[in-house]
């Protein structure tokens, strides 16, 4: 049974830092591509940011390399460091994990965790 938590995220000034943590079990990680969603209210869920099966990354362009994932395998620990945050970067942020090749898109993921709320002002 795989299981996904976030945590990290809070209420920040415009350029502040966060970084958000998942922590997972179920053998979520090996074989699979994990990676970070954002929702803002009524918009879609957008992929943020995601590490292939491969070990390799995937980021949205729009985020211009302000965030970072990074993944401690033996820990279960998915990290998303997020730099000079800006007010539309405020969203409700996810954690998920699908197949090999999922990439950035939401319908490739099979679990996903309840969400950490970020908030920038």
């Known amino acids: 049974h795989v299981q996904l938590v976030e945590s990290g995220g809070g209420s920040v000034q415009a350029g502040g830092n966060l970084t958000l943590s998942c922590v997972a079990s179920g053998n979520a990680f090996p074989g699979t591509c994990i990676g970070w969603f954002r929702q803002a209210p009524g918009e879609p869920r957008e992929g943020v940011a995601s590490?292939?099966?491969?070990?390799?990354?995937t980021y949205a362009d729009s985020l211009k390399g302000r965030f970072t994932i990074s993944k401690d395998s033996a820990k279960n620990i998915l990290y998303l460091q997020m730099n000079n945050l800006r007010p539309d970067d405020t969203a409700m942020y996810y954690c998920?994990?699908?197949?090999?090749?999922?990439?950035?898109?939401?319908?490739?993921?099979?679990?996903w965790g309840q969400g950490t709320q970020v908030t920038v002002s």
């Open positions: 998920a994990a699908g197949p090999l090749f999922a990439g950035l898109g939401p319908a490739g993921y099979k679990y």
């Open positions: 590490i292939h099966g491969d070990g390799g990354t």
